[in-house]
């Protein structure tokens, strides 16, 4: 059994180098997050964060504020997941940092059984929802 655990773990840290990758992809300049959705091995969602589909691809105001209609990683996954023909049911949701709490509804709501991060945010009421909800939420830095 140690080696299948060996073997998801290794699988994570690759899943979650691929969506830190994939925030790359963000314009944001305060913070660049990246999702995936993985369900039997096959990536079927990602997302990042960034202003809706036709807005300008600038996220901060001239402040320096994240404007308040900046999507989050995780729900440009899920949002994209649902318009496909995928479903997300039982899927694990990889995401460069943990997920808020207005995210974690999503990802209940989507069916996610599984949520992988690397990042902790500062605020931890998302993860508390998810392992309220009976998620597995797993931390797995890669550096390590």
Not at 22 to 49: F, H, P, T
Not at 54 to 62: A, L, M, R
Not at 124 to 137: N, Q, S, T
Request: charged letters at 30%.
């Amino acid at each position: 059994m140690e080696g299948k655990k060996d073997k998801q773990h290794e699988l994570d840290k690759r899943y979650l180098r691929m969506a830190k990758i994939w925030a790359e992809n963000s314009y944001c300049q305060r913070r660049q997050v990246g999702a995936l959705i993985v369900k039997n091995k096959m990536i079927i969602s990602d997302g990042y964060n960034g202003t809706p589909s036709g807005f300008e691809n600038h996220c901060e105001d001239s402040e320096g504020m994240t404007k308040p209609y900046v999507l989050h990683a995780e729900a440009n996954a899920i949002t994209k997941v649902a318009a496909s023909t995928n479903d997300s049911t039982g899927a694990t949701i990889y995401i460069t940092a943990s997920p808020c709490l207005e995210c974690a509804k999503l990802i209940i709501q989507s069916k996610i059984v599984r949520v992988v991060y690397e990042d902790e945010y500062r605020l931890r009421d998302g993860v508390d929802l998810l392992e309220r909800a009976g998620i597995e939420v797993v931390c797995v830095p890669l550096e390590e």
